[in-house]
Nanobody, 119 residues
Framework: QVQLVESGGGLVQAGGSLRLSCVASGNNFAFDKIGWYRQAPGNERELVALITNGDITNYGDTVNGRFTISRDSAKNTVYLQMSSLKAEDTAVYYC?????????????WGQGTQVTVSS
């Protein structure tokens, strides 16, 4: 059973930095893509950043240039380095991974980690 476990969330002042980690376990295959979404109260879940197994990255418009996604395949871990944080970055950050297999797409989600940016 695939599990995604996030860590690194917390409280940070505006302008500060934080690094999130997501460790995957239970997968004996490489995900097609892995990364992060976030959801603030009253808002829909939105894309933060994704990275493919070919190291192609994709960022949400609101974080592009401030956040950097990376992965360590040997550790089955994906990271999100967040810099120049703003109050509007406050949200629950969810790790996401996806795998296309035998004509079906399988999405996986972590439980989420809270990031709070104080202004």
């Amino acid at each position: 059973q695939v599990q995604l476990v996030e860590s690194g969330g917390g409280l940070v002042q505006a302008g500060g930095s934080l690094r999130l980690s997501c460790v995957a376990s239970g997968n004996n295959f490489a995900f097609d893509k892995i990364g992060w979404y976030r959801q603030a109260p009253g808002n829909e879940r939105e894309l933060v950043a994704l990275i493919t197994n070919g190291d192609i990255t994709n960022y949400g418009d609101t974080v592009n240039g401030r956040f950097t996604i990376s992965r360590d395949s040997a550790k089955n871990t994906v990271y999100l380095q967040m810099s120049s944080l703003k109050a509007e970055d406050t949200a629950v950050y969810y790790c996401y991974a996806g795998k296309f297999f035998s004509g079906r797409y399988f999405p996986y989600w972590g439980q989420g980690t809270q990031v709070t940016v104080s202004s």
